[in-house]
């Protein structure tokens, strides 16, 4: 087994894509902070990805930087004082665009993979 077969026991998610499930989680969820984020794209997934803090944290970040999400303070279940994320009408936006280019995008491809010789 390679390297690469290796790392892949569970699936990736693909490339560029990370950000756009935080910002529909947070649009569907509403404020959750990181863990429990991490842990709902893994419950969708439907258990075949798993997500480490050092894949997810930095994408919040990102996120927060162009200003689609914010953070606040507050308690999480567990009465641990976490920071929650939000988001912003900016990033409500995006998404908005971010799902219509993807759905044009996964439409172009599956026109050529139906497409018969």
Request: hydrophobic share 40%.
């Amino acid at each position: 087994m390679s390297t690469l077969d290796m790392t892949k026991t569970k699936s990736d998610i693909p490339h560029g894509t990370l950000d756009l499930l935080i910002l529909r989680t947070l649009d569907t969820m509403g404020p959750l902070h990181g863990y429990a984020i991490a842990r709902r794209l893994e419950q969708v997934g439907g258990g075949t990805t798993r997500l480490s803090q050092g894949a997810v944290y930095p994408a919040l970040i990102r996120l927060e930087q162009q200003e689609l999400i914010r953070t606040q303070w507050g308690l999480s279940e567990t009465n641990r004082e976490v920071k929650f994320y939000e988001l912003t009408p900016p990033g409500a936006a995006h998404l908005r665009k971010e799902i219509a280019s993807w759905e044009q995008s996964t439409a172009l491809i599956a026109k050529f993979l139906g497409a018969r010789p």
